[in-house]
């Protein structure tokens, strides 16, 4: 039952289907996906008729009820309302179901953390990645002052505080130093607004850490070469997976940044590509020819035909644009294939700092190409710079030779 052809819709939403099913694919969904679909939207098309309904009542409350009528029947599948998403997303598109909130604030925490991330994102301007960090780190501090219905802040003062963010270093100490950042910038939001009278952030004290005490973990030449020979150029995943590397070991793109890359980003007449970093920044970088030419092969013949405007884009259907965490996935599959272990995608930020470091470009046109807004933390690629270290080094007593 694969051919979406074969599928038959009965009742309400009938007159639907083709519009539904032409959506699916152009959406990029496989054939066997979109009958998937089709027979699901038979059922609930079955079942609103069943009940006097027509599709128009087709809400939330409405696909709730289906699903648990669907699983009283016997159904072996158990569906959640995600299942229903394409279904009521086409409905809504088209005007022939109600528009509503998939979600409304259960708790007074989720209706502050809203308020919150609405701080994040219009005073302070950050990016969505960063926005949702913090709400997922302050959750469980906001959760142990819910009491009643409510958020209680009338009696919270430094001692609270504290006593969260040790209860918080003993069990998880690797991510102390976030959670009191994302704290920091909780504690002004709510004096800022006023649901505080005295600003708290301030108390907090910083988590020790030492700047420039690591190394970058940047890969060797030899190793990142594996992780791009790793992708079948034969293939339309093996291209674009290919470019996604390439944009990142060497041009030193976050993966955030090389997922939000656009069509429209891409400026060939000046080989010049415009990069939106932390902040919303947008800023221009050359557009070197090796990487150029790997985008051009992914773009030509292996990005799928979506009206998608990112330019690395789901292998499967539907064919939007590629995530964060998908970006990621597709660094470790290519690890894996090379034999490499676990690496990240920062990691080729990295490495292209170093190859730049090697190739003898200064610490200030490192820092250009990445963006850095403090030359500090640009200065941490000056402990790759191996022969310039040895120049400086101080003979160590007794060895005569450089420590």
Do not use: M
């Given at each position: 039952m694969g051919d979406p052809s074969k599928v038959r819709i009965s009742g309400p939403l009938a007159v639907h289907a083709d519009g539904f099913a032409a959506d699916l694919a152009q959406r990029g969904y496989a054939t066997s996906s979109i009958a998937s679909h089709l027979r699901l939207a038979a059922h609930v098309s079955r079942w609103l008729e069943q009940q006097g309904l027509d599709f128009g009542s087709l809400t939330l409350d409405a696909a709730d009820a289906f699903l648990v009528h669907r699983r009283a029947g016997g159904h072996r599948t158990r569906l959640s309302r995600k299942a229903l998403a394409p279904l009521l997303a086409y409905l809504q598109a088209v005007g022939a179901a109600p528009v509503e909130p998939v979600l409304s604030p259960a708790t007074a925490v989720e209706t502050m953390l809203d308020r919150y991330?609405?701080?994040?994102?219009?005073?302070?301007?950050?990016?969505?990645?960063?926005?949702?960090?913090?709400?997922?780190?302050?959750?469980?501090?906001?959760?142990?002052?819910?009491?009643?219905?409510?958020?209680?802040?009338?009696?919270l003062d430094t001692t609270q505080v504290m006593r969260f963010v040790t209860e918080h270093a003993r069990s998880q100490p690797h991510r102390t130093a976030r959670v009191v950042g994302a704290l920091r910038s909780l504690l002004r939001f709510l004096h800022a607004v006023g649901f505080?009278?005295?600003?708290?952030?301030?108390?907090?004290?910083?988590?020790?850490?030492?700047?420039?005490?690591?190394?970058?973990?940047?890969?060797?030449?030899?190793?990142?070469?594996?992780?791009?020979?790793?992708?079948?150029?034969?293939?339309?995943?093996?291209?674009?997976?290919?470019?996604?590397?390439?944009?990142l070991s060497r041009l030193g793109l976050r993966a955030g940044e090389a997922a939000r890359l656009r069509v429209e980003d891409l400026d060939w007449r000046n080989a010049e590509i415009t990069v939106i970093g932390k902040g919303n920044r947008a800023e221009k970088l050359p557009l070197p020819v090796d990487v150029g030419e790997v985008i051009v092969a992914y773009l030509t013949d292996g990005r799928p035909d979506t009206p998608a405007r990112e330019v690395f884009v789901r292998a499967r259907g539907p064919h939007t644009g590629i995530s964060r965490n998908g970006l990621s996935m597709v660094v470790a599959s290519a690890a894996t294939r090379a034999g490499l272990g676990t690496v990240h995608a920062h990691h080729l930020r990295h490495s292209a700092a170093t190859a730049m470091v090697d190739a003898g470009a200064s610490l200030g046109e490192i820092g250009q190409v990445?963006?850095?807004?403090?030359?500090?933390?640009?200065?941490?690629y000056a402990k790759v710079d191996t022969a310039a270290l040895r120049s400086v080094a101080r003979i160590w007593p007794g060895t005569g030779a450089a420590a």
């Open positions: 991330a609405d701080y994040l994102r219009e005073e302070r301007g950050l990016a969505a990645t960063t926005i949702a960090r913090n709400v997922e780190l302050v959750r469980p501090f906001l959760s142990d002052l819910h009491r009643d219905g409510r958020v209680d802040l009338a009696e505080t009278t005295t600003g708290l952030a301030e108390g907090l004290p910083s988590v020790a850490a030492w700047k420039l005490s690591g190394l970058p973990k940047a890969l060797p030449s030899d190793q990142v070469a594996a992780l791009l020979a790793s992708c079948d150029q034969n293939t339309a995943v093996g291209r674009r997976d290919l470019a996604i590397l390439t944009v990445l963006r850095h807004r403090d030359a500090l933390t640009t200065a941490l």
